[in-house]
């Protein structure tokens, strides 16, 4: 199985920061990865797939990076509604895989 | 617009079974693979299982962790994902999202999820 590592797992920023989370592959998976964002008590919402390309409707604030086994995902400014736990998945093989998960708190 | 509702999560006990439901609309549920992902109380997501399109013969994948207990299958006469829960087990527990998945592989539609609570 590919193991996904994310750090940290959590972090506190002030609305206005750039925020910057990284996941690592146990392996080469190319660009086969995404980015969920989940608020508390809600289901997550999908941001980021094949590594860069945000889904629809999301605000180019958020962005991706990396290829094989590095990712990252910033946030160019926070916002209130961007303090959420936030994961990565890799989806090259199977069973698919997500990170533990990095939540984001307000200072 | 896509929509995804999940239904039939309940207390059940140890041992028991319970079959899970996703009505899906706004989108040709035949050519999508659909997903069923979990999380546990206060824990990250896992993936549980897969049935690809009808392209791919509705073929099928499971985690390790509910292979040979739990059952994924749809139902393009009502446009319905199903997900039928054998042998269930207390770290079963956990409310399910059902997810709609692009066809380069990769999701993109979560449903709101429905708990799934076992306990005796």
């Known amino acids: 199985d590919i193991q996904m590592t994310q750090s940290p797992s959590s972090l506190s920023a002030s609305v206005g920061d750039r925020v910057t989370i990284t996941c690592r592959a146990s392996q080469d998976i190319s660009n086969s990865l995404a980015w969920f964002q989940q608020r508390p008590g809600r289901a997550p919402k999908s941001l980021i797939y094949?590594?860069?390309n945000l889904q629809s409707g999301v605000p180019s604030k958020f962005s991706g990076s990396g290829s094989g086994t590095d990712f990252t995902l910033t946030i160019s400014s926070l916002q209130p509604e961007d303090f959420a736990t936030y994961y990565c998945?890799?989806?090259?093989?199977?069973?698919?895989?997500f990170g533990g998960g990095t939540k984001v708190e307000i200072k | 617009e896509v929509q995804l509702v999940e239904s039939g999560g309940v207390l059940v006990q140890p041992g028991g079974s319970l079959r899970l439901s996703c009505a899906a609309s706004?989108?040709?549920?035949?050519?999508?693979?659909m997903d069923w992902v979990r999380q546990a109380p206060g824990k990250g997501l896992e993936w549980v299982a897969r049935?690809?399109?009808?392209?791919?013969?509705?073929?099928?994948e499971y985690a390790a962790s509910v292979k040979g207990r739990f059952t994924i299958s749809r139902d393009g006469s009502k446009n319905s994902l199903y997900l039928q829960m054998n042998s269930l087990k207390t770290e079963d527990t956990a409310i399910y999202y059902c997810v709609r998945v692009h066809r380069d592989c990769y999701f993109d539609y979560w449903g709101q999820g429905t708990l799934v609570t076992v306990s005796s």
């Open positions: 998945q890799q989806y090259k093989s199977y069973p698919l895989t």
């Open positions: 706004g989108f040709t549920f035949s050519d999508h693979y």
């Open positions: 049935t690809r399109n009808k392209a791919n013969s509705y073929t099928t």
């Open positions: 094949a590594a860069s």
